[in-house]
Each structure stands twice: as structure tokens, then as C-alpha cells.
């Protein structure tokens, strides 16, 4: 093998280097990063940076802009009504009844609508300052969150007791705190953003979920959300995470850990990876997926070197790696499906699950990332987008 001077290695390194300079900011960014960020980064690129632009000209929208008679609340609190509850024909002015799977199209959905938007501007605003530096992405993003969570004008208050209200029932149920599933993600975003600097006012929008958190675990609401055991139990835990993320609340984050290990698996993953309880719904196929993507983004949000939760397994081998077995196929190929079909929107499912992603990564599973690409990461019917909350995963990808 013919050996390299010390001139020809300084002339070759001379010219990488000017290659590499030559290159544009945000390719010589990724050229540090880690593979798995560097993929979805040039993969989302371009989806990130036009919702980014498109968001850029978009005022915030709080809870302030609109309000129901039918509250219980004040103008700053949340308020929304039970998506299968519908009035009784036997007896139209009395007590709404339930139909599992259908969703009413005259509930009063605004407050929703507003945190659903929220939820898919914040984070894209943050991936593309993420991905380019640019700081009108940053201040665009904090302008929403200070809206949210700190102008006395607009600002929301810190809890959900009027949320997923029923009429002639409950003002409000601990049901209703699924609702705030969809600020998970800008919570990562501001995570991100306050980590840099880059978050105006982070002292106090931190302040705020650290006090909805509280109101999260010491409410009744609170804590009959935290006690379900279906999707609701397993979002409450990913909320809780990923605020006390936010937070610096490590005594929560441990809490979490051990409520996966101890509650979410054994009790909700069957031995062969299936979900029981989501199986029995009315709508099998979605609630499935959406607990699948819940639980792997716990995975994602808690695992750590010594404690890797995409790895837990009870005794007798329930865990993630048996439930994405499961799943796999069916998010493959739809048809292979051998339960019930959903009484709505059986045609709009699968997305681009989250879940295939992380898991493809954590097991090595090149398939899962593979079916990952080939599927919608912008769904438009508002439904899907409801139970389709992490739609950056760039956000919780190690960069380094």
C-alpha cells in the first residue's frame, strides 16, 4: 500500500475542508450529527420549512378568542364537550347519551381547534429554527407560546376542569384531560428553545406547566385521568413526562418510568403484543395505533442509558418490541387486519406513525423506518389529526 506525505495529507485535508465550507450551513450542520437525525432532517426538510414560512404570517389563537354558554368556566378556561355524547332522542332536553366512536359535529370544538393549532405551529416553527438558526423562527414560536402561557389577556388558565364536558352530566371530566395530549409536543419544542436560549419569557412558561402539572396530579380530575386504564392512562404518563421534562421535574420523570413498567405494559400490552382494551372499541384499528405511537413516545421521552424502556419486559414477554411486532403488519397492510373495522374513518389510517420511526430505530428494525416513509406525515381531516399528536419527530431525535 503506497504511503501518503505529510503533503499530500495536508493538500487532501485543505481541500475537505474547503468542500465542507463550500457546502450550505445546514449540510455542514447535519455532517456532525447523528444518522438517524440527519435522515429525518433531510427527509422533512422541506415539509418543515414551508408549514414553517406558511406559519410565520399566523397571530396566536388562545382560548380567549371564543367562548361557549354552555362553560362552567371563566373566558380563560378550557372548555370542550365529550366527543361521543349526543342528546337522547327519548328525551331531547334531558342528560346527553353516549355512541362509542361517534363523534358529534355540534359539540362546541373551538378550544380544541386552537390548542390542535398550537400544536402543529409551535413545533414546526421550532424544527425549522432547528434545522436553519434563523431566529424569526424562534421569536415566532415564543410569540405563540407567551400568548398561550403568559399575557394576562390571553393566557390560559393552568387546568382542565371544564374539559370534555357532557351535558346534564358533568361540567367537566379527568376524560377531558386527553385535550392537552396535543401540548406534549410544543412542550418539547419550548424545551429546545429554552435549552438554547432561544425562548423569550421561558421562566414563565415554564411556571405554567409546572403548575398545570400540579393541578395534573393533585385534582380529582387529575388523578381519575391518571387511574384509566385505556390510551387515557398512557397519554396522561406521556404528559407528564414531557412537562416535567420541560420542568426540570425529575422526581416526575422517575414516577413515569416505573408507571410504564409497572402499569401501562403489564396491564394494557396483551403477551402477544396486542391492546385489548382498544380492541374492544368501536374504532379498534385507530385507537391501537394511537396507543401504540403514546406508548413508543414514552420510550422515546424516558429511556435512558441505564434504564432503556424500549427494552422493559414483564415476565412473561410483554413489552414495545412484541407490541410493534404486532402492529406492523396490519400498518402495512391494512387489509390483513383481522378485527372489526372502525365506524369512522376506517379509510384515513395509518400516517406516518411516529412509532414506526423511534421503534425502527431502537431495534435496528430498517423495515419499520422504511413503511415510516411511504406514509401521509400531514393528514388533513381533523379527526386523524386529533389522535396524530407528534408530528416533528425531528424534535425528539439526539442531534449530537
Given at each position: 500500500m503506497a504511503k501518503t506525505t505529510r503533503r499530500e495529507f495536508l493538500a487532501s485535508a485543505s481541500a475537505a475542508a474547503s468542500l465542507l465550507c463550500a457546502r450550505p450551513i445546514w449540510a455542514r450542520q447535519l455532517a456532525a450529527t447523528n444518522p438517524n437525525y440527519e435522515m429525518v432532517a433531510t427527509l422533512d426538510r422541506h415539509r418543515i420549512l414551508a408549514a414553517a414560512d406558511r406559519y410565520l404570517s399566523e397571530k396566536p389563537i388562545t382560548v380567549m378568542a371564543s367562548h361557549s354558554a354552555l362553560s362552567s368556566g371563566g373566558?380563560?378556561?378550557?372548555?370542550?364537550?365529550?366527543?361521543?355524547?349526543?342528546?337522547?332522542?327519548?328525551?331531547?332536553?334531558?342528560?346527553?347519551?353516549?355512541?362509542?366512536?361517534?363523534?358529534?359535529?355540534?359539540?362546541?370544538?373551538?378550544?380544541?381547534?386552537?390548542?390542535?393549532?398550537?400544536?402543529?405551529?409551535?413545533?414546526?416553527?421550532?424544527?425549522?429554527?432547528?434545522?436553519?438558526?434563523?431566529?424569526?423562527?424562534?421569536?415566532?414560536?415564543?410569540?405563540?407560546?407567551?400568548?398561550?402561557?403568559?399575557?394576562?389577556?390571553?393566557?390560559?388558565?393552568?387546568?382542565?376542569?371544564?374539559?370534555?364536558?357532557?351535558?346534564?352530566?358533568?361540567?367537566?371530566?379527568?376524560?377531558?384531560?386527553?385535550?392537552?395530549?396535543?401540548?406534549?409536543?410544543?412542550?418539547?419544542?419550548?424545551?429546545?428553545?429554552?435549552?438554547?436560549?432561544?425562548?423569550?419569557?421561558?421562566?414563565?412558561?415554564?411556571?405554567?406547566?409546572?403548575?398545570?402539572?400540579?393541578?395534573?396530579?393533585?385534582?380529582?380530575?387529575?388523578?381519575?385521568?391518571?387511574?384509566?386504564?385505556?390510551?387515557?392512562?398512557?397519554c396522561w404518563v406521556l404528559q407528564a413526562a414531557e412537562f416535567a421534562r420541560f420542568t426540570s421535574n425529575e422526581e416526575v420523570r422517575t414516577w413515569c418510568r416505573d408507571r410504564f413498567r409497572t402499569v401501562l405494559v403489564p396491564k394494557q400490552i396483551a403477551p402477544d403484543g396486542s391492546l385489548p382494551l382498544e380492541l374492544a372499541r368501536t374504532k379498534p384499528f385507530s385507537y391501537s395505533l394511537f396507543d401504540t405511537d403514546v406508548l413508543a413516545d414514552l420510550c422515546q421521552s424516558l429511556s435512558t442509558a441505564s434504564e432503556n424502556l424500549w427494552h422493559f419486559t414483564t415476565p412473561d414477554g410483554r413489552g414495545m418490541e412484541k407490541l410493534m411486532a404486532f402492529m406492523y403488519p396490519y400498518i402495512k397492510d391494512k387489509s390483513s387486519w383481522p378485527y372489526r373495522h372502525d365506524v369512522e374513518h376506517w379509510n384515513d389510517f395509518p400516517v406516518r406513525q411516529p412509532s414506526l420511526l423511534f421503534a425502527g430505530i431502537a431495534y435496528g428494525q430498517h423495515e419499520y423506518i422504511a413503511l415510516w416513509k411511504t406514509l401521509n406525515p400531514d393528514p388533513t381531516v381533523p379527526e386523524v389529526i386529533r389522535n396524530y399528536p407528534v408530528r416533528q419527530p425531528l424534535l425528539w431525535l439526539p442531534r449530537a
Open positions: 373566558p380563560h378556561d378550557y372548555f370542550s364537550q365529550g366527543d361521543y355524547w349526543w342528546p337522547d332522542p327519548a328525551h331531547p332536553n334531558g342528560p346527553y347519551i353516549r355512541r362509542d366512536g361517534m363523534s358529534n359535529p355540534a359539540n362546541f370544538n373551538a378550544h380544541r381547534e386552537a390548542l390542535i393549532r398550537l400544536s402543529l405551529i409551535v413545533p414546526a416553527l421550532t424544527a425549522a429554527w432547528a434545522l436553519t438558526q434563523q431566529k424569526k423562527y424562534a421569536d415566532h414560536a415564543s410569540l405563540h407560546l407567551r400568548a398561550w402561557f403568559v399575557d394576562p389577556a390571553t393566557r390560559m388558565n393552568p387546568n382542565l376542569e371544564y374539559a370534555q364536558a357532557i351535558i346534564g352530566v358533568s361540567k367537566g371530566r379527568g376524560t377531558g384531560i386527553i385535550d392537552t395530549l396535543h401540548l406534549v409536543e410544543p412542550a418539547r419544542a419550548a424545551t429546545l428553545l429554552a435549552n438554547a436560549g432561544a425562548l423569550e419569557d421561558a421562566t414563565a412558561i415554564k411556571a405554567w406547566f409546572a403548575d398545570y402539572l400540579e393541578w395534573m396530579r393533585t385534582s380529582k380530575n387529575g388523578q381519575d385521568e391518571r387511574d384509566a386504564k385505556n390510551n387515557h392512562g398512557t
